[in-house]
């Protein structure tokens, strides 16, 4: 369906930019991930203040301290993340806003162990970071990934892999747990597919299952989970497969108004 103009008249867009950015700090950094995940995953609680406005589904810029690498003597570049909050943060106070961030780290076969100097700048840089570290944005970015609140009655299929879940916690924060108009109206089926190595690497959970309790007739939750799980023909199982299984039903949904991201 197409987005009547009025649906992002007050959309927050790019408020901040890289010349001229906005200076948060560091509320929280929490590892999110089991021991046996491949890879450390963390979320990151920032305050942002009550000006840097956004909407779920958009994402927000960093830019890490230090200087570019390719253009010595100027910044680091921006770079982009999903938001992983609703609108009023982690908080409700509408002060904070949230990232689910993976530490990119590379391995270099020939020395047999990680290289450091080829991990990710910013990754790393928020991983490590430590509550009142400063925190340089931009943005918000985006009006693609934003739920249709004009139809309510519209199924989600959510699809993701790993950290990709970051704009789903947003939306479905925002439809069961929260108090808003938008979970007041929502009557559609929320469906979260979430692929990832080993049940330790599950994201969040905690709070699928919560939801899922509370709201079984909206919400639905698919996990795959590639190294413990085989599909039919003995391969690893991967979100792709999962939906395979579900086509039929995946495919009447959308005639029938669903949106899948």
Known sequence: PTRR???????????????????????????????????????IHIDSGPTFRYWEGQSLGVIPPGENPKSPGKPNAVRLYSIASTRYGDDLDGNSVSLCVRRAVYWDKELGREDPAKNGVCSNFLCDSKPGQQITLTGPTGKVMLMPEVTPGADLIMVATGTGIAPYRGFLRRLFVEQTPAKDAFSGLAWLVLGVPVSDSLLYPDDWEAIASRHPDNFRVTYAISREEQTADGRKMYVQDKLKEYADEVFSRMDNGAHMY
């Open 5 to 43: 103009s009025s649906d992002l008249e007050n959309l927050p867009l790019n408020t901040y930019k890289q010349k001229a950015p906005h200076t948060g700090a560091i509320k929280s950094v929490k590892r999110i991930v089991g021991a046996n995940a491949p890879g450390e995953v963390c979320h």
